[in-house]
C-alpha cells in the first residue's frame, strides 16, 4: 500500500483507491473518503462540544440554634468526650459535620450503545448543619453568668466557621486536580460513571471529613485551665452558687 497523508480524509482516500477503485473511479473513491471523515468527526466534535469537567464547592451558612433545655448535669454528660475531667459543662456548642457530594453529568453515546463520553459536574456541600448553642437552664437569659457562658461559647462557633472557610481553598484544589482537569471522560456506558461514584462515596468524603475534623485542634485551644477557670470565677460567684 503507498503511503498515505495523515489525516482521516487521506487515509480513507488512500484505503478506499487501494481495496477497491481503479483509476476511473478515483471520484467515487474521494466522495467516499469525504463522507467517512465527516462522520468521525462528527462523532469526535459531539464530545468535544460537552462542557469541562467542573468542581464547585459549597460551605453551608446556616444560623446557630441556641438550646436552653438542659441543666448543667445534662450538658456535662453530652459533652463527656470534649470536657477536662473533673470540669462541669454549663455551655456547649455542637456541630452535626455534613459531607454531600452531588453529580450531574452531559453525556454522547456511541451509536452501539456500548461507548459514552461524558463530562462530569460535581458539586461538594459541607459545613455542620445544624449547629446549636447550649446553655444550662440554671442560668437565666439576661443574667452575668449566662453573657459569660454565652460568649464562650460563641468563640467555639467562630472557631467553626473561620475552620470551615479556611479549609475551602484546599478541598477546591484537590479535588479540581483530580476531576475537573482534561477533557470529557470516555469509557462503556455507565462504567465510569459507577467508578466515580464509587471513589466520591469511599475516598473523597472521607477525606473531607478529615478536614473537618481538624477543627478540634483550634477548639481545644479555646477549652484552656485558665478559660475554665475565669469563667467558673467569673460575675461575683453568681457560677458557683447556681451549681452547688
Not at 178 to 188: E, L, N
Amino acid at each position: 500500500m503507498a503511503w498515505c497523508p495523515d489525516t482521516v480524509i487521506g487515509y480513507a482516500f488512500c484505503l478506499c483507491q487501494w481495496m477497491f477503485c481503479p483509476e476511473k473511479r478515483l471520484m467515487r473513491c474521494l466522495v467516499l473518503a469525504i463522507l467517512i471523515a465527516l462522520s468521525a468527526q462528527a462523532r469526535a466534535d459531539e464530545c468535544e462540544q460537552l462542557p469541562p469537567p467542573s468542581v464547585v464547592i459549597k460551605r453551608f451558612d446556616e444560623g446557630v440554634a441556641l438550646n436552653k433545655q438542659y441543666g448543667y448535669k445534662t450538658l456535662t454528660t453530652l459533652g463527656a468526650k470534649l470536657a477536662r475531667p473533673g470540669n462541669q459543662v454549663l455551655g456547649l456548642t455542637r456541630g452535626n459535620a455534613v459531607v454531600q457530594f452531588s453529580m450531574s453529568a452531559q453525556s454522547v453515546i456511541d451509536r452501539t450503545g456500548r461507548w459514552e463520553c461524558f463530562s462530569p459536574q460535581l458539586t461538594l456541600s459541607y459545613g455542620f448543619s445544624p449547629m446549636t448553642v447550649f446553655v444550662a437552664n440554671e442560668f437565666p437569659e439576661g443574667s452575668c453568668a449566662y453573657k459569660e457562658i454565652y460568649e464562650h461559647e460563641l468563640r467555639h462557633v467562630k472557631a467553626y466557621q473561620e475552620h470551615m472557610v479556611g479549609i475551602e481553598k484546599a478541598l477546591q484544589e484537590t479535588l479540581s486536580s483530580r476531576f475537573a482537569t482534561g477533557g470529557p471522560w470516555r469509557g462503556p456506558v455507565g462504567q465510569k460513571r459507577a467508578l466515580l461514584q464509587q471513589e466520591l462515596d469511599e475516598r473523597w468524603a472521607r477525606y473531607v471529613e478529615r478536614e473537618i475534623a481538624r477543627v478540634e485542634v483550634a477548639q481545644a485551644l479555646i477549652d484552656t485551665p485558665e478559660e475554665y477557670a475565669r469563667v467558673a470565677n467569673s460575675c461575683d460567684g453568681e457560677i458557683k452558687r447556681r451549681i452547688q
